[in-house]
């Protein structure tokens, strides 16, 4: 390289486009600090933290070590916290953009607990299984209904794109009678060339209707009632938030986290009117110094009997966390094999569905095609 093209390098600066495009980039990535960011903050900190090493370093290596912008950010907005003097879980809590007061309470609750890089990894350790549990639930849910929106697109398709093609050659044998049933699907095929903009347009409208509906108060207090209705999915559901309330009282408690402070961080978090009343109930009766399994016994419809019972032996033996581990033991077991056993079932179930739809299609359109070759004398 020629010491003009060493110069020009070193004389660089880049200009207002490049500035741009380095802050839009930037931008985006600070964006892009998803769960498994989270994860991997949690538990770098946790490493460095159980090798001796001071949480104002840590933010250092982590800082100088990452390639995300927003794991950057994050780590000099701790150390600016920290080096004024202030905690780790006051510096989580002013940047609500990446922690929520879920990360803020457990953090400053095991700072509390002078045990801070065990609940850093019991932290990441929950955000990976809720991640991965969530994921298979979600997946349970929507399997299905892809499956009717595929049906549903091709059956719109043979009506559209293939049987106008053999009416059309039916129709020019003139004395040829067609059944009734042909009748009706030639009927429902021009409906469909014909007014394919209108069904269109309705189906948009319905989706928009269905998302607006869905993001309704009405609709989130009863999503969770009309989930446990349904057969096999009422069950999953169940299970799912059983779990899920089972791991997050383990883990507070683990903290170090009281029955009160406990329940009404669970309140804030799990977000289901029908939980949120329940852990209202469970507060004011711990307000009154009575026990859990006083208000749990009769939510039967959240918290069989069987888990009441359990929580209820943790409580008399003073060791609810090991009452909550064997909980978890047979519920997370079942969950997971609900959830394997509901694709299972409903992936047969829904191409039975589909080949019944196509077999009878396919049945008239042979029908057709004899009577055809029979006009023609063939």
């Known amino acids: 390289m020629g010491e003009t093209e060493k110069q020009d390098i070193q004389e660089y600066q880049p200009g207002p486009i490049d500035s741009t495009i380095v802050s839009a980039l930037q931008s985006m990535d600070r964006g892009s600090f998803w769960s498994k960011d989270k ?19 840590a933010m250092n290596i982590i800082g100088q070590s990452s390639d995300n912008y927003a794991l950057k950010e994050i780590s000099r907005n701790i150390l600016a916290f920290l080096r004024r003097g202030k905690s780790f879980s006051y510096a989580l809590n002013r940047l609500p953009d990446y922690f929520d007061q879920w990360d803020y309470t457990i953090v400053k609750a095991g700072e509390m607990s002078w045990n801070l890089p065990m609940i850093l990894q019991s932290l990441a350790g929950e955000y990976v ?21 595929i049906s549903i697109v091709a059956v719109f398709a043979l009506f559209l794109l293939v049987l106008p093609n053999i009416f059309s050659i039916a129709e020019s044998f003139q004395n040829l009678e067609l059944p009734w049933i042909t009748r009706a699907l030639n009927d429902i095929s021009v409906f469909f060339q014909t007014q394919w903009k209108t069904i269109l347009w309705v189906l948009i409208g319905l989706g ?18 009309f989930l446990l209705n349904i057969p096999m999915v009422g069950k999953m559901t169940k299970y799912f938030y059983i779990v899920k309330f089972c791991r997050y009282t383990k883990l507070m408690m683990s903290a170090g986290m009281n029955y009160i402070q406990t329940f009404q961080l669970l309140r804030d978090i799990l977000w289901i009117p029908a939980y949120t009343n329940m852990i209202e109930r ?26 009441s019972v359990m929580i209820k032996v943790g409580e008399e033996t003073a060791n609810l966390s090991n009452s909550l581990d064997n909980v978890l033991k047979m519920y997370e077991e079942d969950l997971n094999t609900i959830i394997m056993r509901s694709s299972k079932i409903i992936e047969p179930v829904m191409l039975i569905f589909v080949g019944w739809i196509v077999v009878v299609i396919a049945l008239w359109i042979f029908g057709l095609i004899l009577q055809i070759m029979e006009g023609a004398g063939m």
């Not at 900190?45 to 949480?55: D, Q």
């Not at 928009?208 to 009632?225: A, C, D, N």
């Not at 110094?289 to 069989?304: G, H, K, V």
């Open 282 to 307: 469970v507060l004011v009766g711990l307000g009154k110094w009575e026990n859990i399994y006083n208000t749990l016994q009769y939510e039967t419809d959240l918290i069989p009997s069987d888990v």
């Open 39 to 57: 994860i991997l903050f949690f538990k770098e900190v946790a490493y460095l933290l159980n090798g001796w090493i001071s949480l104002v370093e």
């Open 208 to 225: 928009l209707f269905g998302g607006i509906f869905f993001s309704t108060e009405v609709w989130k207090k009863s999503r969770f009632s």
């Open 129 to 149: 299984y809720i991640k991965d549990i969530k994921n298979k639930y979600i997946w349970a849910l929507i399997y299905p209904a892809i499956l009717i929106v």
